[in-house]
């Protein structure tokens, strides 16, 4: 832009305002004017068309007594049809653009308390909007869009607020957790009792096929031995397994040492007390 031998140059995305004596004589746009500065015509100012952005810090109280600032983003720009209104009417655009969203924000936030301020930031927005389009529009303005874009509570009130979010984390965590253990638990329960009956299943099993063996041994030898009796060849059944027994016990070489009476008379008790414990078992299975 320049004034050389009554010349005026307007650049791209500005205008330029044309006094003659002092009175407004009409709105230049860009390009190359020429003003005899002789006749009293002049450039009294130029005036910006391009977007422009004003942010807002505004201080305010919630419903529940929180001070929180609000930061508002105003993107504003000139009407290049009403350029001469933007010019005269105003002497400082930024300063009454903050003094409409300050009275905007401290009559909205009030009303809410904090957890709402954040969820209904696009109405306050909005209302910043449609309040600043109102006033502005009679200046020569036209306001493009409006935006919350920070709400900061008071750094005590954002810590209390993590702690409380944190609590209701670990407390959820604390929740999942025991309901885990308490899954795990019962599955274990389930698998131990499992376990155990298959067990018994096997024992029991283990029980008859003994039984059902000594008995098959017992008819065979007295079918071919006659004369014996079936305690004739059970007990020497016994006692055979009794020496099998003893012979492992000291074949081990890891055994430790056992003390058990041994002679004629104490290889009849145990054929005895075996022959009394297989009985019972398989008594107890049959029931």
């Given at each position: 832009?320049?004034?050389?031998?009554?010349?005026?140059?307007?650049?791209?995305?500005?205008?330029?305002?044309?006094?003659?004596?002092?009175?407004?004589?009409?709105?230049?746009?860009?390009?190359?004017?020429?003003?005899?500065?002789?006749?009293?015509?002049?450039?009294?100012?130029?005036?910006s068309l391009r977007l422009q952005q004003l942010?807002?810090?505004c201080e305010t109280k919630t419903k529940d007594n929180v001070f929180v600032n609000v930061v508002a983003s105003i993107q504003y720009r000139a009407l290049a049809n009403n350029?001469?209104?933007?010019?005269?009417k105003l002497?400082?655009?930024?300063?009454?653009?903050?003094?409409?969203?300050?009275?905007?924000i401290r009559a909205?936030?009030?009303?809410?308390?904090?957890?709402?301020?954040f969820e209904q930031k696009n109405e306050i927005a909005k209302a910043v909007e449609e309040e600043l389009e109102k006033a502005m529009s009679a200046y020569g303005f036209e306001i493009v869009q409006t935006l919350i874009v920070d709400i900061e509570p008071d750094e005590h009130v954002k810590r209390a607020m993590n702690e409380i979010n944190a609590a209701a984390r670990m407390r959820l965590a604390a929740n999942e957790k025991a309901e885990a253990e308490k899954i795990l638990q019962i599955k274990r329960a389930e698998g131990e009792a499992e376990a155990k009956y298959l067990s018994g299943l096997g024992i029991a099993r283990q029980r008859?096929?003994?039984?059902?063996?000594?008995?098959?041994?017992?008819?065979?030898?007295?079918?071919?031995?006659?004369?014996t009796t079936a305690k004739d060849v059970m007990d020497m059944v016994l006692v055979t397994q009794y020496f099998d027994t003893m012979k492992e016990i000291g074949a081990s070489s890891k055994s430790s040492a056992v003390f058990i009476p041994h002679g004629p008379g104490a290889v009849r008790d145990v054929a005895t007390q075996i022959r009394d414990g297989l009985l019972q078992g398989s008594f107890a299975d049959q029931s």
């Open positions: 832009m320049g004034n050389l031998c009554c010349c005026v140059q307007v650049d791209q995305s500005t205008v330029a305002i044309k006094e003659t004596f002092g009175k407004f004589e009409e709105v230049l746009e860009p390009g190359c004017h020429f003003l005899p500065w002789c006749l009293g015509q002049q450039v009294a100012g130029y005036l942010d807002v810090r350029a001469n209104d933007a010019f005269y002497s400082n655009t930024r300063s009454q653009i903050q003094a409409y969203v300050f009275d905007v909205s936030v009030p009303k809410l308390i904090l957890d709402d301020v008859q096929a003994i039984v059902d063996g000594l008995r098959d041994s017992v008819l065979g030898f007295s079918v071919n031995v006659p004369g």
